[in-house]
């Protein structure tokens, strides 16, 4: 399944700078999880525009039943991996459980994501006391996406994956969440698993390029787990993802219809998101 990197298309890469820019012009973000070096290929030749090493690795390659257990040593491995599979396509790795649980800690695991693994940007779930570590990072020239919503690190709090900022009083702290990480210096956010209008809302009324999962087709731009868009992951496939390898021949093909459809707006259709 490996294919070159010097097969895909020649782009300019992709910027923290440049996402900020597609918002500002209307442009879709195309956003898509890997975790080794040939699916990274794949998507640097269909023009994804952001490779997102997640910590869903632990459940999508590891086979645990949660994100919990993944190792900031496993997250650089696979950062590393992705990294040599790309070129133009901006790669952002998850800071994983524990691993910003303070300011010094995130600054020497961020470091190490970047340092080691080559990440252009870190994700981190959370706002609240979790801003003091984003504007660290920021302030020290490490580009931070903030991860809201659906965290999957916080999945005992919230009694399992369950939607996110239902009701007046969780929308409205949701909106006030994404303001204050972006305030905090986040160069971009995921919305996980969010009704559709306060997606839109929030989008509308932060300044930085917000990515959804599960959260509307009004976001930015769209994420989904590449193991999920491909049909691969065993069991009931999440309600916000699509199998787009049925009924076409390729990885390679998938990969290319889902960048196509979320930059025409096709995807995520009504059956893929929540109210």
Do not use: W
Not at 2 to 20: D, H, I, M, N
Not at 38 to 43: D, L
């Amino acid at each position: 399944m490996y294919v070159e990197k010097t097969s895909a298309p020649a782009r300019k890469p992709v910027t923290v700078p440049g996402l900020k820019a597609m918002k500002a012009e209307g442009r879709k973000i195309v956003m898509l999880t890997a975790y080794d070096a040939s699916f990274a290929a794949h998507i640097e030749m269909a023009g994804v525009d952001v490779a997102l090493v997640g910590d869903s690795l632990g459940m999508v390659v590891q086979g645990r039943s949660s994100t919990l257990p993944v190792t900031v040593d496993e997250m650089v491995y696979h950062t590393a991996a992705v990294a040599r599979g790309l070129s133009s396509t901006l790669l952002v790795a998850d800071l994983p459980f524990m691993s910003d649980r303070d300011v010094p800690t995130a600054m020497a695991s961020a470091t190490r994501l970047v340092a080691e693994g080559g990440a252009a940007m870190v994700k981190i779930e959370g706002a609240g006391r979790i801003c003091e570590v984003i504007a660290a990072l920021v302030e020290r020239d490490i580009p931070v996406c903030s991860h809201l919503g659906l965290t999957p690190q916080s999945v005992n709090r919230f009694g399992g994956y369950k939607v996110q900022g239902k009701g007046e009083e969780a929308a409205a702290k949701l909106l006030a969440d994404a303001k204050a990480v972006a305030e905090a210096g986040a160069g971009m956010i995921v919305l996980e698993c969010v009704p559709s209008a306060v997606a839109a809302k929030i989008t509308a009324e932060v300044d930085v390029p917000v990515i959804g999962i599960g959260a509307g087709i009004d976001c930015d731009g769209q994420v989904l787990v590449v193991y999920d868009m491909l049909g691969l992951t065993p069991g009931k496939r999440p309600k916000f993802s699509k199998d787009f390898l049925l009924g076409r021949d390729s990885i390679q093909g998938a990969i290319a219809a889902y960048a196509g459809d979320v930059r025409e707006s096709r995807f995520p259709g009504p059956e893929h998101s929540f109210s």
